[in-house]
């Protein structure tokens, strides 16, 4: 055991958690899901607005800054308050800083709330060719070049997909078990978008490309909910009247020309180098204590279906080129071996760059995830292709 | 009426400016590292692998081969209603610097893996020529 790393193990928790209901209403008001979700998770955690003295928000601009939020929302006793770019691969870094924040002293129930807000975001502001994302050094980060007709990141994960299609000799229909199982979890979470609207691999097959080789299934769903995590001491967490969930690990994105945020290590998109892929030894899991084949639920950032197999081989979970093969025949489906993005994450509930997954993890180790309830889960580890992660565990 | 609509141009900056200068003379440059001889790239104030600020911008051969590709079926702007499907991809230029554009010159179903490419031009405006490739050999 790492010491350096144990000493935060399991010392801090999630407390209280709340949602709301996925939707796709433009005129729907975003600073209204917040509030509803920091309601609903400041009654889980047994609390009192008064009590909540951080706040973590990470929302896209210009929505939900976090000047307004304390005062709108009616928190008082605010002291320490922090934001983030709006990103799923942050997230376990949003969930790290209210750790910190907490394990330092600095506040004693930090608050971290999002939106899946994409549909607000559709306003000329993310995907356009004024879209702020696509001004950023040497252009966007996802392959966005509006002079060449690419304004979505969907470009880099469809490019990314194909590049591995050309190297691993896996196929389209592949790649469609993973909108399909999402879509399965999704038809028992009456909170996602696409709750009963369930697909088949036909379905998946017969629609029309986007960006080959994606379909319009393998993109999130650009919805708007509001989410809330409460995140407090490991000791404050057992006189709540919900079991704790610990925070068992984390670690923050890795960056660098090695890193694509569609691609996994060595697939040779964007800066990087094109070669074989093995593991490396990760904080997240010497942190926690825990090699990945102890992860009863995984939850991934999949703003695009193939963020999801890539994942899977990244942490370790299948090996380079196997991942495809490994989702299908429902393996990450409902009763399969590896539950993966168990509310119907961005494919199927809302893309809330992964708090929904958050929500449901939370949950689903409490033994409150209703019809989606995996039997048993103890462990669950959200993560990124950046490899950013969270453990979460109940014991 | 597609005609009207304005093509997105590319962001052009101080730090980006000679490339897209050279671009109008459809001449493909990046910099080269004074000190140790490395390509940088992407485009930045110092060398990636010395830290050098000492750079020259230089053409490069603009023969590549396709690393992947995608084709864009969908039309996100105006400008492009024409010009579905397009392809646009990832290409391994010999000097080692993986560059993004469109391919031209060629079907979708004609393009695998190691094609081999050779860069051109497209004059898009008074400023601007857009860097494409085609197959070094006619398809």
Redesign the interface.
Known sequence: VDQSLSAFRNKTAIVGVGRTKSERNAQSNLMGHLGQALKAAVADAGLTPKDIDGLMIQTAPPEGFMDKVAEMLGLPNVRWAFQSWFHGRIQPTCIASAAFAVMSGQANYVACLSTGQALQSHRGRL???KAFE??R???GPH?E????????PN?GA???M??YF?RYGATEEQLGAVAVAQRQWAQLNPDAYFYGRPITIDDYMSS??????LRVFDHCVPANAGFCIIVTSAERAREAPKAPVYIAGFQGSSSG?ERFIFARTGL????QT?GSYTVDDMTVYRMADIKCSDVDIVGTVDAFSPMVPFTLEEFGFCKEGEALEFMQDGRTAPGGELPVNTCGGGLSDVESYGWGHEVDMVRQLRGEAGAAQVPGAKIAQFMSLDRSSVILANA | MADKVA?????ISAANRPHWAAAKNHKLTYQQCLDCGSWI????PMC?ACWSERFEWRPVSGEGKI???????????P??QN?I??V?A?VDLAEGI?V???VVNIE?EQLR?SLPVRARFMD?SDD?S?LQFEPAKPA
């Open positions: 995907t356009s060719d696509n001004f050094e040497g252009g392959l070049a509006p002079e060449y007709g690419l304004f979505f470009t469809a490019m990314g194909k590049k050309l029309p490309y986007v960006i080959e080789p020309k040779g998109v964007g800066g094109e | 093509w997105p141009m590319p962001n790239y992407p485009i930045a990636q690393s992947s590709w995608i084709v864009v079926r969908r039309a996100f702007h400008a492009f010009e499907p397009y646009v990832e993986r993004l554009a469109p979708p893996a898009r601007v857009l």
